[in-house]
Nanobody
Framework: QVQLVESGGGSVQTGESLRLSCEIS????????LAWYRQTPGKEREAVAA???????RYLHAVKGRFTISTDITKTILYLEMNTLKPDDTAMYYC????????????????????WGPGTQVTVSS
């Protein structure tokens, strides 16, 4: 059974940085799509960044150039480096994994992912 646990969220000022981590266990490297999503109250969960099975990375347009998705060498820790944070980045951030998605991008709907972490809150104040 795949388990994911996020950490690294917090409260920062505009322009500051955070690095989120997601520890992943119980899955078969590298057959999974891995992604970060975020959600604010009343809005649908949206993909922020994704890494597909071949290692290609895709980003939500609003975070391109500011956020970087990566994994450690064992691919059991997923990172999201977030720089130049803005108040609009305030959300609950979730990591997700799925082995059934053939091509995962920033447009992959959240409901296509089968495994999720509980989330970590990021709050950016102006």
């Amino acid at each position: 059974q795949v388990q994911l646990v996020e950490s690294g969220g917090g409260s920062v000022q505009t322009g500051e940085s955070l690095r989120l981590s997601c520890e992943i266990s119980g899955y078969t490297v590298p057959k999974y799509c891995l992604a970060w999503y975020r959600q604010t109250p009343g809005k649908e969960r949206e993909a922020v960044a994704a890494i597909d099975r071949d290692g290609f990375k895709r980003y939500l347009h609003a975070v391109k150039g500011r956020f970087t998705i990566s994994t450690d060498i064992t691919k059991t820790i997923l990172y999201l480096e977030m720089n130049t944070l803005k108040p609009d980045d305030t959300a609950m951030y979730y990591c997700a994994a799925d082995k059934g998605i053939k091509y995962c991008t920033e447009e992959t709907p959240w409901y296509e992912y089968g495994d999720w972490g509980p989330g970590t809150q990021v709050t950016v104040s102006s």
